[in-house]
């Protein structure tokens, strides 16, 4: 049981380069979540999605697209890369069912040149 | 949607006092506030949560306070430790997926 996986947990880009960010869970969960936090911001919500097949958006969803094409894996795409979207990225999952708290993952440093 | 603030932003406490950590929330449909604990570099991790309808919650040296009327939530850690060291973000939970709206996070220094 690995809970959830983020990879990879590195990554420059230079910008306009496009790349994707994997998020793996295997404890069967329906919700997921990608976040990011930069410094003294906190975490803010970039996308979501309540099961397989949707996605909805969250605080911050411009210049990001996602796909939830399997239960357990929710991918974060970045098509043409900006400096400003240098950041951590957190993945996130949870059980379905009011008030269960996040699982999250180990996180993506990623930083856009 | 939900705006949720923290204070203090920093916050030191000499080894063995008490800390205290204050968040007010904006939409009174919240219900559910979580508190997580991030180390240097690490993943943020779970230490308490609270439901609205629920007004204390205790865990050892942990506990959170709720009042729904003031919209506000506090994180209350007694005899504090070096290993309490950490940045602390609390949550409000909100919308069709229950999505967590965070604050923006306390840096708590135990002195030792």
């Known amino acids: 049981n690995a809970g959830v996986t983020q990879t990879p947990k590195f990554r420059v880009l230079k910008t306009g380069q496009s790349m994707t960010l994997l998020c793996a869970q295997d404890?069967?969960?329906?919700?997921m979540y990608w976040y990011r936090q930069d410094p003294g911001m906190g975490l803010r919500l970039i996308h979501y999605?309540?099961?397989?097949?949707?996605?909805a958006k969250g605080e911050v969803p411009d210049g990001y697209n996602v796909s939830r094409l399997k239960k357990q894996n929710f991918l974060l795409g970045l098509e043409s890369a900006a400096p400003s979207q240098t950041s951590v990225y957190f993945c996130?999952?949870?059980?379905?069912?009011?008030?269960?708290?996040?699982?999250f993952g180990s996180g993506t440093r990623l930083t856009v040149v | 949607g939900e705006n949720v603030e923290q204070h203090p932003s920093t916050l030191s406490v000499q080894e063995g006092d008490s800390a205290v950590i204050k968040c007010t929330y904006s939409d009174s449909a919240s219900n559910y506030f979580p508190w997580y604990k991030q180390e240097l570099g690490k993943r943020p991790q779970l230490i308490i949560d609270?439901?609205?309808?629920?007004g204390e919650k205790k865990d050892q040296r942990i506990a959170v306070t709720l009042n729904k009327t003031a919209k506000h939530f506090s994180l209350h850690i007694t005899e504090t430790q070096p290993e309490d060291s950490a940045v602390y973000f609390c949550?409000?939970?909100?919308?069709?997926?229950?999505?967590?709206?965070f604050g923006s996070g306390t840096q708590l220094t135990v002195l030792p």
């Open positions: 996130a999952s949870r059980k379905q069912g009011a008030g269960s708290g996040y699982t």
């Open positions: 999605s309540v099961g397989e097949g949707t996605t």
């Open positions: 404890m069967n969960h329906e919700y």
């Open positions: 609270i439901r609205s309808n629920v």
């Open positions: 949550a409000a939970s909100l919308g069709s997926a229950r999505q967590l709206t």
